[in-house]
């Protein structure tokens, strides 16, 4: 400790680090942004709860007895249950293409996933409704043949697949390139077949991040709001997920029931950040744990 | 120098999975978008030009690029701030306090939306307290400033954060020891150091917020020329069926992200160029 030596040259006794804060501002700079936070984050989050339990338990209860409400519930669990299993395909195909293999157009590849996070989530909706709506370009044909996209699920299924297109391949790319390949190709120079090399060297090593991607994949399908408000078409107990409803519920001034609804998703958020913070202290006991190997 | 577009490798798989990969992101992303530029072929230059130049368009522009762009700076701020708070203090709850940080990426735009409207309206837990001071923020521009502010939130401190980590506290100590103050020291060891992640999640916090809709649509109270956003325009024209109108707002929409994502790539590559140099 350089800083630490020049001290004690000094001859000062005083054991206080000078590459921090005097007390006072270090606890000025924690009121602040805490101040900050609370403002943003805890409030918003505590009055859910708070709005959701205003009229008690029962009336909470009561919120989720309405016929409507459980057909939203319903259709986000579908549209979720559809989209999430196809973008985490997604994901470990085009992680495993991108992180084991060099070819050209790589990084323009990877500029593309990002895309639907650059786009606003009304143009996500948008997009489709050009090309399955009334009056796109496969609509007059879709209508013939008594095919419903827009203003059905398939359009809602869409719509929350583009959105969530990026999380699952987000999450495993950059792990899996700084993972790098050596272990596959051992098993493979080994004999295994390629699908016995995932299954048994790559998935348990990418498991964690794999989840997490899942997670994250499966809360932004269950709580996209703009793009599915714009193909779905506010059918009430038919084309409408969660979040509609919430919005539903808050424009009839019904606002315990859409509180609590909206509870149930902010739990989900919750259950997300939570499952963030285990695998990132996995992967923080998983390298301190690899650490003693790595330095022989 | 080899004409190969892939080197070749031992592992199995890459046909199938690039091909998978390519056919998938065509299908749900490529294909679906270059629509919305044929669409806006079918309209004439004059008629694009007057229908993202009416005053209701212009009016919406300014208040989603100044909301966001407000909202970005805020976030600056406050977000290197709590980053620095973050990485460099102990306090108890900290690890809790990290973790809501990445709330706003977690809660669906719509429970936002309803959450802050229901603070700040007036008889809501702020808004009861501000509206006496004839500070009114639900239904205003203000609110939709308080939207775009809330989801822009973990952009700037997850962006900063890393690199306050990975900054050596040995320069610190030798501007010290070379004589200069604790101000001195963060202002001209530490801070040049994050200007580039600083500046890089400020335009994420931006890009984000300026295609945002749920969480604005509830507290901004949606008058025309007053408080309603770009997205919630190309909504409006989507109901009343005018799609040529609603696809040419969305055809400037898109064509500022992917100038922000060009910025935002260039910021990137700018950080990562700086810690490679040092």
């Known amino acids: ?296 | 120098m080899s004409f190969a577009l892939k080197q070749p490798s031992v592992l199995p798989g890459f046909g199938l999975t690039l091909g998978f990969s390519l056919f998938y992101l065509s299908l749900i992303v490529l294909i679906p978008l270059s629509g919305m530029f044929i669409k806006t072929s079918t309209l004439t230059w004059a008629q694009f030009w007057e229908t993202v130049t009416q005053p209701r368009a212009i009016a919406s522009y300014q208040l989603t690029f100044g909301a966001s762009l407000i909202g970005a700076l805020i976030n600056g701020l406050f977000g290197s701030l709590v980053a620095w708070v973050l990485v460099r203090y102990r306090f108890p709850g900290r690890s809790f306090v990290d973790a809501l940080v990445d709330l706003p990426f977690a809660l669906p735009t719509a429970v936002a939306g309803i959450a802050l409207t229901a603070i700040y309206s007036s008889n809501g837990w702020l808004g009861r307290h501000l509206e006496p001071l004839g500070i009114k923020v639900a239904f205003t521009p203000l609110g939709v400033l308080v939207a775009l502010t809330f989801i822009g939130l973990p952009f700037v401190v997850r962006t900063v954060q890393p690199v306050l980590q990975a900054l050596d506290k040995e320069a610190e100590e030798a501007a010290i020891t070379l004589g200069a103050n604790r101000w001195q020291t963060v202002r001209a060891v530490i801070l040049p150091e994050l200007w580039p992640a600083i500046f890089t999640g400020m335009a994420m916090a931006f890009a984000r917020a300026v295609g945002e809709y749920g969480s604005v649509i509830f507290i901004a109270g949606n008058m025309p020329l007053k408080s309603e956003i770009t997205p919630l325009l190309i909504m409006t024209k989507l109901e009343q069926y005018d799609y040529a109108g609603a696809t040419a707002l969305g055809v400037v929409m898109l064509v500022v992200s992917f100038v922000l994502s060009l910025l935002i790539n260039l910021l990137q590559w700018w950080s990562s160029d700086r810690r490679e140099t040092h």
């Open chain 1, 1 to 296: 400790m350089p800083a630490d030596i020049a001290l004690r040259a000094k001859g000062t006794t005083w054991k206080v680090s000078l590459t921090t804060e005097h007390p006072l501002v270090r606890w000025g700079f924690i009121a602040l942004a805490l101040g900050y936070l609370t403002l943003f984050l805890f409030i918003p989050l505590v009055a859910v709860f708070a709005e959701a339990l205003k009229n008690g338990l029962s009336g909470y209860v009561v919120s989720f007895m309405d016929e409507d409400a459980l057909a939203a519930i319903r259709l986000t669990l579908l549209a979720a249950s559809l989209a999430v299993p196809l973008n985490t395909a997604f994901g470990i195909a085009i992680a495993w293409a991108v992180s084991k293999f060099e070819f050209v157009g790589k990084q323009v590849l990877i500029t593309i996933i990002d895309i639907p996070l650059a786009v606003s989530p009304v143009i996500a909706g948008l997009i489709y409704v050009l090309l399955f709506g009334l009056q796109g370009w496969l609509g007059p044909w879709l209508s013939e043949h008594d095919i419903k996209i827009i203003f059905a699920l398939p359009g809602i299924v869409l719509a929350t697949l583009f959105v969530t297109v990026p999380f699952v391949a987000r999450e495993l790319i950059p792990f899996m390139q700084s993972q790098g390949r050596e272990e596959e190709e051992a098993a493979i120079t080994l004999g295994a077949s390629g699908w016995q090399t995932f299954i048994r060297v790559t998935l348990p090593n990418i498991k964690w991040s794999l989840l997490y991607g899942v997670i994250l994949c499966n809360a932004r399908a269950m709580g996209e709001f703009g793009a599915v408000s714009v193909v779905s078409g506010h059918i009430r107990g038919l084309t409408n997920t969660m979040p509609l409803h919430v919005e539903i519920l808050y424009n009839e001034y019904n606002a315990v029931a859409a509180f609590a609804v909206a509870s149930l998703l902010t739990l989900l958020a919750i259950v997300t950040l939570a499952a963030k913070s285990i695998v990132e202290h996995k992967y923080v006991s998983v390298e301190a744990a690899e650490e003693p190997l790595k330095t022989h």
